[in-house]
């Protein structure tokens, strides 16, 4: 086995054990998935095509996780006020809640010191990256590093949908997210 090969069975065993304690919540590992990016997306990134991009699923086996989501009352489906043939979920209390219980994966990376997990961080992310360029995916991203956002006297804005943004949002995750390095 090279190391390459050993890195990926680690990282897969660490997903599979973090996905089998979905079940005890009630949840299937893709509906906690679901679950813990809607708690941390912004209201422009919340589309069943967002979370399908993001998890790298498909579009209807998302929309039946989001549906079963709503059914269990974490989740409510929100018609777009400007084109009533899109929607978005919002996360409710319970399903934020749940989303923000403490699991053994953060309690096992909460003994690693700190710099350590900051180089975690940084190798991870970059392993990501470097897979969804292979894919020609999204990277998604935190508004306050995108290059459309603007931090002004008034606020926060959205340079690119024009439109004021509040205060947590700027460190949620959004759909449009372009980051500044790549500018």
């Known amino acids: 086995?090279?190391?390459?090969e050993r890195l990926r069975e680690l990282i897969d065993?660490?997903?599979?054990?973090?996905?089998a304690e979905s079940w005890a919540a009630g949840l299937n590992p893709g509906q906690a998935a679901a679950l813990a990016?809607?708690?941390a997306a912004n209201r422009f990134s919340r589309a069943p095509s967002h979370v399908a991009e993001y998890l790298g699923s498909t579009r209807g086996t998302v929309s039946q996780t989001l549906k079963a989501l709503a059914r269990k009352g974490l989740a409510r489906e929100v018609p777009s006020a400007e084109d009533r043939r899109r929607i978005r979920y919002d996360i409710?209390?319970?399903?934020?809640?749940?989303?923000?219980?403490?699991?053994?994966?953060?309690?096992?990376?909460?003994?690693?010191?700190?710099p350590e997990r900051r180089a975690l961080d940084t190798r991870l992310s970059a392993l990501l990256r470097h897979m969804l360029d292979e894919r020609q995916g999204r990277a998604f991203g935190l508004c306050?590093?995108?290059?459309?956002?603007?931090k002004t006297g008034?606020?926060?804005?959205?340079?690119?949908?024009?439109?004021p943004l509040r205060e947590e949002e700027a460190h949620q995750i959004c759909h449009e997210h372009a980051p500044r390095d790549a500018a």
């Open 1 to 4: 086995m090279t190391d390459a």
């Open 154 to 163: 008034a606020g926060r804005w959205c340079r690119l949908l024009k439109t």
């Open 92 to 114: 409710t209390e319970n399903g934020a809640a749940l989303a923000r219980a403490t699991r053994a994966a953060d309690r096992a990376l909460a003994t690693l010191p700190a």
């Open 37 to 39: 990016y809607l708690a």
């Open 144 to 150: 306050h590093s995108c290059v459309h956002h603007e």
């Open 13 to 19: 065993r660490i997903a599979r054990l973090n996905a």
